[in-house]
């Protein structure tokens, strides 16, 4: 069985940083990519950062690049995602996903593209 476990998240203030964890676990696991989504009430699942396992490559929205980095460690099968710069607008629930095979990184934005998903931790960014 195939969990993914997300972690780090909590309250912290405009300007601050929280770097958050995702480990996944299962001896059936393995994974092409990795990606971060995250989402605010009342709002869609939106894209945040993902990350290649071979080559390292990572992508990220629009409203994250030059604030958050995302990184992988693939002994551990874990990724992060540091979060620096933060806003009140990034507050959300962030999840972790997982894919499986090869996805044209055209659709790593996708959150429909993911096998697996992880619960959820909350970011709070206080004004």
């Known amino acids: 069985q195939v969990e993914v476990v997300e972690s780090g998240g909590g309250l912290v203030q405009a300007g601050g940083s929280l770097r958050l964890s995702c480990a996944a676990s299962?001896?059936?696991?393995?994974?092409?990519?990795m990606a971060w989504f995250r989402q605010a009430p009342g709002k869609e699942r939106e894209f945040v950062a993902a990350?290649?396992?071979?080559?390292?490559?990572?992508y990220y929205a629009d409203s994250v690049k030059g604030r958050f980095t995302v990184s992988g460690v693939n002994a551990k099968k874990t990724v992060y995602l540091q979060m620096n710069s933060l806003k009140p607008e990034d507050t959300a629930v962030y999840y972790c996903?997982?894919?499986?095979?090869?996805?044209?990184?055209?659709?790593?934005?996708?959150?429909?593209?993911?096998?697996?998903w992880g619960q959820g931790t909350q970011v709070t960014v206080s004004s």
């Open positions: 996903a997982a894919r499986r095979n090869f996805l044209n990184p055209d659709l790593y934005t996708h959150y429909g593209q993911y096998d697996y």
């Open positions: 299962g001896r059936a696991f393995s994974s092409y990519a």
């Open positions: 990350f290649r396992w071979s080559g390292g490559n990572t």
